[in-house]
């Protein structure tokens, strides 16, 4: 089946301007993607705009004898129709993106044949079913298909993204053929400067870069990415940076990592596919060691969840306006230290502030989301009560909770959940899975500063729990019984350094168990008093 590719290309990328220029395997990107996706024999056509900007890209395909059409800036959906010209309805035009050089001939011919036996509108390679890294990634569908959306469609979304259409109208089906390569966590795309050294260095020392196969590629990608440690996304995993602020846990002894640490924490963590991490304005330094981490494009591969200073210095008796002020500036703070325009997540850290100052904050908040300034609302509870609280308003899309393994308070909160998720989207969190390190502590000065009278048969149960279900490692016990709850999307897990990250990576990446093994482990649980649950009421070390 012979098909026309188009290949998506731009000069202005936010995060690595003009990468679609920069030299791999002694050629621009684009050019080494074109040659690639068409060493089968298929036409590439490298789709860009009129935009002055794009004149060098257009100059460099010229030099290199790459074919190119320029069309519409704002509408890339027309610019795709308009370099159809004059085929027929019936063509089949498959999709790529010039910053994407990994996709060959016969990775494309492979794509077609599944096309054409299932004969559906609509075909494409991403995602979790893929089996492949992100950047090996293809459309494919039928010029008139796209016509068909250029007429149709009025949104800017989906001239912007070109299929959407389509996908809306005819269905999705995806290209599997490769899953149980099982590379999802891995990454081959150029969207960072760290991204494109790894290509470049992956396409180093190759004579005939434009003919390499796909699967000399992806064995490079395996032996080069040695952070990657999980055979699937640790996506359930949310790192904890309080830790990279100040120094947290009961159980901490190694104080606060550097700089350069958390880069590479912060960095290999993402690798691994963990999409949220978790810090405030009430974690010392955290956030502003959190906007150095993500500089360089990271911040555009994860989801940051940040938290309203807790607002002790506001006073309980100002007025509306004055508590607005110190809500916009915790917000903008928390901007200037992420280095970010806008906040992704932003939680609030006392639940009480949802209601407090009559409104004010939840009020000033609101505001601040229509001007673009936050992405969503959160909150982070301390209890079921405040829980039920927070999920009464219809605005509140993250929840984040302290849950653990002897924690027996939130079967009432369970209930409402499932109920608010038939509602609306909500994404819950839930932290001190370890109880801050106690967990893993046979230290019964730990345990008895934690409010825990009775922590010899605490201990033991936890060792027992461990020996018969996790080798005897109470750190998987505890993570696995967090990430087995149904109603729980993510765990927040701090770590201090590079070696614990990899071994939770790991953890997390262990199957669940389910609701009748669940019931069993805690049918004979010991039961702690709440204060033990709760970290605020501890005593201090020098109490």
Avoid at 98 to 112: A, K, Q, R, T
Avoid at 364 to 385: D, M
Avoid at 523 to 528: E, L, M, T
Wanted: hydrophobic share 40%; proline share 4%; with cysteine.
């Amino acid at each position: 089946m012979k098909a026309t590719l188009l290949l998506q290309a731009r000069t202005n990328s936010t995060r690595l301007p003009g990468k679609v220029l920069l030299p791999v395997g002694g050629m621009p990107l684009v050019v080494l993607a074109a040659r690639r996706a068409g060493n089968s024999g298929h036409r590439v056509v490298v789709v860009t705009s009129h935009e002055p900007s794009d004149d060098v890209l257009c100059d460099a395909l010229e030099h290199w004898g790459t074919a190119y059409f320029r069309g519409d800036l704002e509408n890339t959906l027309k610019r795709f129709v308009d370099a159809l010209e004059g085929v027929p309805d019936d063509h089949v035009v498959v999709r790529l993106t010039g910053d994407n050089v990994f996709p060959d001939g016969h990775f494309i011919d492979e794509l077609l044949e599944d096309f054409d036996q299932r004969n559906v509108a609509y075909l494409c390679c991403g995602g979790d079913t893929s089996g492949l890294p992100y950047g090996v990634s293809a459309e494919v569908t039928r010029a008139g298909y796209l016509r068909e959306a250029h007429r149709q469609t009025e949104s800017a979304f989906d001239r912007e993204h070109v299929t959407p259409w389509i996908i809306a109208n005819y269905g999705r089906n995806f290209f599997e053929r490769y899953h149980s390569r099982g590379m999802i966590q891995y990454r081959c795309t150029v969207d960072t400067l760290d991204d494109y050294l790894l290509v470049s260095r992956l396409f180093g020392n190759t004579a005939n870069p434009g003919q390499l196969p796909l699967d000399v590629l992806l064995e490079r990608l395996k032996q080069a990415a040695t952070d990657v440690v999980t055979p699937t996304p640790a996506s359930r995993l949310v790192l904890g940076t309080a830790q990279f602020g100040l120094p947290y846990g009961i159980a901490n002894k190694v104080g606060q990592p550097q700089q350069a640490q958390v880069n590479h924490l912060v960095h290999t963590a993402i690798s691994n596919g963990v999409q949220y991490l978790d810090t405030a304005r009430a974690y010392g330094d955290s956030e502003q060691v959190m906007g150095r981490a993500l500089s360089g494009g990271w911040a555009s591969r994860a989801t940051v969840i940040t938290k309203l200073s807790p607002l002790d210095d506001c006073p309980a008796d100002a007025s509306p306006g004055v508590a607005r002020a110190f809500a916009e500036r915790s917000v903008y703070q928390s901007c200037h230290a992420l280095a970010l325009a806008r906040l992704d997540v932003l939680m609030l850290h006392r639940a009480a502030h949802l209601t407090a100052w009559n409104g004010a904050i939840w009020d000033a908040l609101c505001e601040l989301k229509q001007r673009g300034v936050i992405g969503q609302f959160g909150v982070s509870v301390q209890s079921p009560e405040e829980a039920l609280d927070a999920l009464e308003f219809e605005g509140v899309a993250f929840i984040q909770l302290p849950f653990n393994i002897l924690d027996y308070r939130w079967d009432a909160v369970i209930d409402r959940i499932s109920v608010v998720r038939q509602q609306r989207p909500l994404v819950v969190h839930a932290r001190s899975a370890l109880l801050q390190g106690l967990l893993t502590s046979d230290q019964a000065e730990l345990w008895q500063r934690a409010r825990c009278s009775d922590s010899v048969q605490v201990i033991d149960w936890l060792r027992s729990q461990a020996n018969q279900h996790t080798r005897g490692d109470v750190v998987a016990l505890c993570l696995r019984f967090a990430l087995s709850q149904a109603w729980i999307d993510g765990v927040v897990i701090g770590v201090d350094t590079r070696e614990q990250l990899l071994d939770n990576l790991v953890k997390v990446s262990l199957g669940s168990w389910n609701e009748g093994q669940l019931r069993a482990m805690v049918a004979d649980r010991p039961r702690v008093p709440q204060e033990t649950l709760n970290p605020a009421t501890w005593k201090q070390a020098n109490d």
